[in-house]
């Protein structure tokens, strides 16, 4: 059966059913992640090596559209995952890419940051304050993310941090959701569409294998600004504005924008997306 074609039987028996509840209650749709994974449509973009579709982005585009026109959290969702496992992708040899493949593993973007009360202002991707400590073979990972999609939901975090050594740059590490002391905060604050559980993660701290570092330290950058960022702004835009804007208007939230975020970022992880002159790598 083609993608196209799991994805239809998927929205008409599963995502439609419960797209009313997930909207009007915020309840993160769980079955329809579930069914989307044994339809082999969260491996779509995995490479086959690992046992995933080996699809690319008009693939991912196209999915996560067809199902925004039925229930915009599940596409958020969706968007989250995609662009995290893109930037998985580009570096090859992490073991979320054989889980992701199998269907049973959710990914997300923790990269998004600001203090209390910084409503809308983010970190750029050259300043991260969420620090990296090594201890032999095992990192401590300490900081607040804001505005991930899918928080407490997801499997893994695509998560940023300053470098382990150098001041420049940034490290990206893959977090297990079940890494003890990862919380979501019991006023997590809110955003994306209503059932996206976009929220805020706290790592205080986090201990991970040195090895789950995603490239090389202090390279993370550069994989956001070739990878993950055109990879979420292309699926920010195949959900269109109008359902991004509708859940942020529900939830509360200021709508994209609102503070000199970049279209395509904010409500998805990524915070202010920085222009090549502010940045450390061009795009």
């Not at 991912?60 to 968007?79: G, I």
């Not at 079940?178 to 201990?207: E, I, M």
Request: proline content about 7%.
């Amino acid at each position: 059966m083609s993608y196209r074609s799991s994805l239809s039987a998927v929205l008409v028996e599963v995502v439609a059913p419960a797209a009313e509840v997930t909207a009007l209650e915020g309840r993160f749709p769980r079955a329809a992640v579930t069914a989307l994974g044994r339809a082999g449509l969260l491996g779509l973009t995995v490479s086959p090596e690992f046992g995933g579709g080996g699809l690319g982005l008009p693939e991912a585009a196209e999915v996560v559209a067809r199902t925004s026109r039925v229930c915009p959290a599940t596409a958020a969702v969706l968007a989250s995952h995609f662009a995290a496992v893109a930037g998985v992708e580009s570096c090859g040899g992490s073991w979320v890419r054989g889980e992701v493949a199998a269907g049973r593993h959710l990914a997300g973007l923790a990269l998004s940051e600001g203090g209390p009360g910084d409503q809308g202002v983010e970190v750029s991707y050259g300043m991260p304050s969420s620090a990296a400590t090594r201890f032999a073979d095992v990192v401590a990972l300490r900081g607040r993310k804001r505005q991930v999609v899918a928080a407490g939901e997801a499997d893994s975090y695509l998560w940023s941090s300053r470098p382990l050594a150098g001041p420049d740059g940034l490290t990206l590490w893959v977090v297990p959701a079940q890494a003890p002391d990862l919380f979501v905060p019991a006023r997590p604050g809110g955003g994306g569409p209503s059932g996206s559980a976009t929220s805020t993660v706290c790592a205080d701290p986090v201990l991970l294998p040195a090895d789950a570092m995603l490239g090389r330290d202090g390279g993370g950058l550069d994989i956001l600004l070739r990878t993950v960022r055109p990879w979420l702004l292309e699926l920010r835009a195949a959900i269109g504005a109008d359902a991004l804007r509708s859940g942020a208007k529900d939830s509360g939230e200021k709508e994209p924008g609102a503070d000199a975020v970049r279209p395509g970022a904010e409500g998805f992880g990524l915070g202010a997306v920085p222009r090549p002159a502010d940045s450390l790598a061009s795009t």
